[in-house]
């Protein structure tokens, strides 16, 4: 202080009029210090950028395999103003190892640098701040940390003027929502890339270009798991490598950690691996390392995040027994809050859909990935009780209620038995006609069996169980699906006498026995059959056991038992006819017929057919009256009258292709095939057999057999 005070004394005294200026205490960037000054003056201080630091923000790159796919799309990017790019996928996923790999391999192509930011979307930390990234981002930049503006607008202009002239990549990981990404784009010509467990829709509008990752293909899932396993193991036990990517779902995140877990014990086989893995109900717990990077801990996170109508019915779908669902389920699940409504789930299906845990299977079908839905399995799993049964049984209502109207417009006379809600309001899909109503029963056959056996498990659920089955009639008639016809039926049928309902067991009986027929097993429906009557008499029902006459005649004819099938056939009629049971009788007559046109009795095969088919157009069976003109058709090809057959013949395929009855259809080309080699038509013969042929197999039918020795018996085509 000496020194400064000699200094100030040792100045020349001022005279009056003299310019001057003085500086004193700390100061902070550029000063001008000037006497008098004359004329115009232009001042410019340079942004507080140091032009020479080039930022390279970005974390190692982790393994990754055969992301080729994803990555052609980002190097196909134009590298213009303001390139972004979006990468989203579950938890998991790969999403930040692809962004990394990418930014890293650019190489010169954008010299100034690298800029990295974790915005903590989803974690238990609050989402970052606009002001906490430009910050960083500032000070990377080479802005000291004194200079740094407070306020976000100014750091957001400063950011913008630094980021303009240069040719920067950056990187904005994990980000939540739009609104925190855009002030976090550089300005000019450089690229960004988010990632994000959501889908991030508001930026699409900005031009951001969506790239979306599903799991890894199963050679680059065993790729991973080798890589990371560094040994021959998986060489050694290709088999059980392949199972375990398999119960990993293929998510790279869960293919490491089992990895990782298995490279800590090198003399442990995959095997080990493979069985800890297989019960579903501790697979999460066993893709966990250290209690770190766990597949449940990343999907704990997003099911916090989600609102409370998203998490009801995200942990509601936990329990559909199927692989996939649509609207109607959802708005089941969320019942009364949301008015069963399924355009209001519809939203919320959406809104998980844009959250990355569940995905769109097809039009208005839904799905969980595999790991995910355990996840949702789990959470439903600590629920109260009460919660877990009601959400079950809106599901299970909704499956019985739409297969219930499908029955109803393709088998409306067997649409007989009761059927109990457990809330009249359940949602259910409509059809416009018989034709949609079958193929929804076919595409949703392995989710109605599934429906079934989770009824058939709970004990409460008994009655459900039998007229889930009794509901899936029209499918196992027409589809021919045997395995399951008899699955469904002996789990009904049990269910049936659980609770004590003869009529219940009865049809358990009798469609189960109709279902044994068609798959050839005649000695087993003759048995159901035998079982069925008794149990209709010993309840009181005369009308059931006319019926069951008609059916035991069925097994009898399969069995070659002619004159005691047409013996029953005769009985079933009259006592149908006596009590006013019109359909049934009907179709002991066309069962009379059938047998005369085995025995070679073709006049009176037609008689029968001929009265059959105006008793089932009468009471408007289409399916069975059809039958009844393919049976006058074969009665007329039989007499030898091929072109008056092929007019009933064609008519009766007509409406069967209609109803989607494969395997009639299957037997009038046949007959056809044969009307037409009679005729002399070899060409047209081999069409309509081949036609029949894929039919048959289709089905895997024993009747495919019969069909390949016709046309090996047709003469080669010329």
Known sequence: MAGLDDDRRAEPPRRPGDSHNDLGGTVHGPVVQAGAVHGGMHFSVAEPAAAAVVPWQLPPVPRM?????????????????????????????????????????????????????????????????????????????????????????????????????????????????????????????????????????GLLVDGVVPIHLEP??????????????????????????DELVELCARLPLAVQVAAARLAARPARPIGTMVRALADEQGRLHALALDGEH????????????????????????????????????????????????????????????????????????????????????????ARPGRERAETQRAVLDHYLATATLAEELLEPQHRSLARDYANPRIPRVEFTDGRAALAWLEQHRVTLLAALRTAAAVAELQALAWQLTDALWP????????????????????????????????????????????????ERALRMFADAAGVCADSGDSVGVARTRNYTGLALLRLGRLAEAAEAFREAEVRCRASGDVRPAALARFNQGDVALRSGRFDEAADHAWSAYADLTGVGDEYNAARAQVLIGRALLGSGRPAQADTYLGTALGVLREQHARAEAAHVLSALAESAERQGHPDRARELYTEALDLYEAMRTPAAEAVRTRLRGLDPPG
């Not at 980000?175 to 990404?181: L, Y």
């Not at 019942?335 to 959406?350: K, S």
């Not at 049990?494 to 109709?514: V, Y």
Request: charged share 25%; aromatic share 4%; proline share 5%.
């Open 475 to 522: 499918l196992f008639l027409r589809g021919k699906y045997f395995d399951d016809a008899r699955t469904a039926h002996e789990l009904g049928l049990r269910a049936a006498r659980e609770c004590a309902d003869p009529a219940a067991e009865s049809r358990m009986l009798t469609s189960g026995g109709l279902c044994e027929l068609s798959a050839g097993h005649h």
């Open 216 to 241: 890894l293909d199963r050679q680059a899932a065993v790729d991973l798991l080798a890589a990371t396993m560094n040994d021959d193991r998986v060489r050694r036990e290709p088999s059980q490598a």
């Open 65 to 201: 395999v055969n992301r080729v796919r994803e990555l052609d799309a980002l190097r196909r990017l134009r590298h213009g103003a303001g390139t972004v790019a979006l990468l989203s996928g579950l938890p998991g996923v790969g999403k930040t190892t692809l962004a990394l790999a990418w930014l890293h391999e650019l190489g010169d192509t954008f010299p100034d640098g690298r800029l990295y930011a974790d915005l903590r979307g989803h974690g238990t930390e609050q989402p970052a701040l606009p002001t906490e990234i430009l910050g960083g981002f500032l000070r990377g930049l080479g802005v000291p940390a004194d200079q740094v503006p407070r306020a976000t607008g100014e750091q957001l202009g400063l950011y913008r003027s630094l980021t303009a002239g240069r040719r920067l990549a950056v990187l904005l990981d994990d980000a939540a929502t739009a609104a925190q990404v855009r002030p976090l784009l550089p300005a000019g010509a450089n690229v960004t890339v988010v990632t994000s467990r959501s889908r991030l829709s």
């Open 294 to 381: 766990t597949v449940r801990a990343a999907l704990d996170v997003s099911y916090r995040e989600l609102p409370e109508v998203a998490a009801l019915l995200y942990r509601g779908l936990g329990v559909h027994p199927g692989p996939d669902f649509g609207p109607a389920v959802a708005a089941a699940v969320l019942g009364p809050r949301e008015e069963y409504d399924p355009d209001a789930a519809t939203d919320v299906l959406e809104d998980l859909i844009d959250r990355n845990l569940i995905t769109e299977a097809a039009e208005g079908r839904y799905r969980f990935h595999d790991l995910i839905r355990l996840h949702a399995v789990a959470l439903m799993s």
